[in-house]
């Protein structure tokens, strides 16, 4: 998973930030959808690497709440730094936990490759979703 992390990340339009993220998803069924971040100079507009990832999987049939997987790989081209790891932000992580029933498994990658495995629920506990309304 992370080679294909690793040549997806070339992917990504960070010209502002020049932090670098992407992402893959697997699904029930086993399949992978790919995201990246694409950033504007209108910052509101920017769209992150997880939430790219998980609207192409439900423009493309999945339903909501087959996300089992959430593969993340992140980069600051400013700090150099190979053993950051990044977690997802506050806005993927609700749709994370929103879109996988907030059972998701995340796998966070530095770009040496190291791996550090979480859940959604540990990232967004008592997470907002349609038992609120």
């Avoid at 990340?9 to 010209?15: D, F, I, K, V």
């Avoid at 979480?118 to 008592?126: A, G, N, S, V």
């Amino acid at each position: 998973m992370f080679d294909k992390l690793k040549k997806l990340l070339e992917n990504s339009y960070a010209p502002y930030s020049a932090f670098k993220v992407a992402s893959i998803i697997k699904t029930k069924s086993k399949k992978e959808y790919f995201g990246v971040n694409v950033e504007s100079a209108a910052f509101s507009n920017t769209m992150c690497a997880e939430r790219n990832a998980i609207f192409s999987a439900i423009s493309s049939g999945i339903k909501w709440g087959d996300i089992t997987e959430i593969h993340l790989l992140a980069f600051s081209e400013k700090k150099k730094n190979q053993n950051e790891f990044a977690t997802p932000c506050g806005s993927c992580r609700q749709i994370i936990s929103e879109s996988s029933n907030n059972k998701a498994l995340i796998y966070i990658y530095n770009l040496k490759g190291e791996i550090k495995k979480t859940t959604i629920e540990k990232l967004l506990p008592d997470n907002f979703n349609d038992k609120d309304f």
